[in-house]
């Protein structure tokens, strides 16, 4: 098993540029997670899909967009990127239901806007 | 705001040497806690999941203080190999999303 899956793993936009980050597991998780991780800020989560067909905003969500494509595949989507959003994006799922939520992360995409 | 509170460190010691890390939680609710691994420019991995009696795991003990609201992690026999940085974990009950701490560094020289 590949566990979680992103990609890219390293992007540069220029400001106002849009993309996608993708990210899919394959452990038959439930929920999926996107956060980002700057320094000296931790890990902040963005948005969360708790279940297939649901969504729901995190700490900070604000210019970020997210799609459960299907049980797999949770997107992250950046309409117009700003310099605030450069940053280290992740990706994690976890087993609804289960008491303790151990959340397994993607390795990352490193992203920078100019 | 649920809040957990890490000293960042860095933690600089020997090998061979046990050290211990404390993290507080201001969410009187959470339930479930865990310590996390993170290498430099990694993604964060599980260590172990705290309980309330107490765990450990090898070199790692994990304590829950409840009534204090602070969780520890202890390391014995440090190896060059556990340098990282550790994050502190919370999760309130009935919700499946965590509260992490800004993490603590540990570097461990020969």
């Known amino acids: 098993n590949a566990g979680v899956t992103q990609t890219p793993k390293f992007q540069v936009l220029k400001t106002g540029q849009s993309m996608t980050l993708q990210c899919a597991q394959d452990m038959n998780h439930n929920s999926m997670y996107w956060y980002r991780q700057d320094p000296g800020m931790g890990l902040r989560l963005i948005y969360y899909s708790a279940s297939e067909g649901t969504t729901d905003k995190g700490e900070v969500p604000n210019g970020y967009n997210v799609s459960r494509l299907n049980k797999r595949e949770f997107s992250l989507r950046l309409e117009s990127a700003a310099p605030s959003q450069t940053s280290v994006y992740f990706c994690?799922?976890?087993?609804?239901?289960?008491?303790?939520?151990?959340?397994?992360f993607g390795a990352g995409t490193r992203l920078s806007v100019l | 705001r649920k809040e957990v509170e890490q000293d960042p460190g860095p933690f600089n010691v020997p090998e061979g040497a046990t050290v211990a890390f404390n993290c507080t939680y201001s969410?009187?609710?959470?339930?479930?806690f865990f310590w996390y691994r993170q290498d430099c420019r990694k993604e964060p991995k599980l260590l172990m999941s705290v309980y309330s009696s107490g765990n450990e795991d090898g070199r790692f003990t994990a304590q829950l203080n409840r009534a204090s609201q602070y969780i520890s992690l202890l390391i014995r026999d440090s190896k060059l190999s556990d340098s990282a940085t550790y994050l502190c974990?919370?999760?309130?009950?009935?919700?499946?999303?965590?509260?992490f701490g800004k993490g603590t560094m540990l570097l461990v020289s020969p």
């Open positions: 994690a799922s976890s087993e609804a239901g289960a008491d303790k939520n151990i959340q397994y």
């Open positions: 974990v919370a999760r309130e009950s009935g919700y499946s999303t965590l509260t």
């Open positions: 969410n009187s609710a959470s339930q479930s």
